[in-house]
């Protein structure tokens, strides 16, 4: 079935590094954007990234830009955030996500993973 | 890019519809027919209920309808069930070439 699986998170101190990876499978991976999105403990959504199906489009919020970096590696349909210079405030639970739409930026997500949780703390 | 605004929280009874507003500018919302609506459970993963504006994904129930009129969305749950006590999360493409979400709604079933 369609699934993603995230990994990669755990205890870091602040200005530390870190790199997510989430795994694809049950669908055509190179077909399709992907985004990495982010919960606060007790917070709401937020965006972090987003990747097109080649890798050439590229986007990151305001909060992350300069620090993150996005990638992906379709023969191993895997989609990655490495996490440099983190704060406390990167705390958070960390989603990969499919857009709906094949090749395109829209329409929303639809396949989401379980998150893996990155703690930044001394 | 500043978050979309929703109600904090809003509550029905069993049976009784609820509408959940989204409101943008007219550089996300008002500009795009890009909106969707996602529900997230309680330690789960959230889920994409509604996407570009009122389409609902396979397997979603058509309790669940989205609309748009100018810079505001809303999402309706009709014949409101106990299963749908969540947070909802609007988001909405924006002139940025980026998305947003909204704060959040948690829905109370009374």
């Known amino acids: 079935q369609v699934q993603l699986v995230e990994s990669g998170g755990g205890l870091v101190k602040p200005g530390g590094s870190l790199r997510l990876s989430c795994a694809a499978s049950?669908?055509?991976?190179?077909?399709?954007?992907m985004s990495w999105i982010r919960q606060a403990p007790g917070k709401g959504l937020e965006w972090v990234s987003y990747i097109s199906s080649s890798g050439s489009t590229i986007y990151y919020a305001d909060s992350v830009k300069g620090r993150f970096t996005i990638s992906r590696d379709n023969a191993k349909n895997s989609l990655y955030l490495q996490m440099n210079s983190l704060r406390a405030e990167d705390t958070a639970v960390y989603y990969c996500?499919?857009?709906?739409?094949?090749?395109?930026?829209?329409?929303?997500?639809?396949?989401w993973g379980q998150g893996t949780t990155v703690t930044v703390s001394s | 890019q500043s978050a979309l605004t929703q109600p904090a929280s809003v509550s029905g009874s069993p049976g009784q519809s609820i509408t959940i507003s989204c409101t943008g500018t007219s550089s996300d919302v008002g500009g795009y027919n890009y909106v969707s609506w996602y529900q997230q459970h309680p330690g789960k993963a959230p889920k994409l209920m509604i996407y570009d504006v009122s389409n609902r994904p396979s397997g979603v129930s058509n309790r669940f309808s989205g609309s748009k009129s100018g810079n505001t969305a809303s999402l309706t749950i009709s014949g409101l069930q106990a299963e749908d006590e969540a947070d909802y999360y609007c988001?909405?493409?924006?002139?940025?070439?980026?998305?947003?979400f909204g704060g959040g709604t948690k829905l109370t079933v009374l």
């Open positions: 049950g669908f055509t991976f190179s077909d399709y954007y």
């Open positions: 988001s909405s493409y924006t002139s940025s070439s980026a998305w947003v």
């Open positions: 996500a499919r857009w709906v739409y094949p090749d395109v930026l829209l329409g929303g997500m639809d396949v």
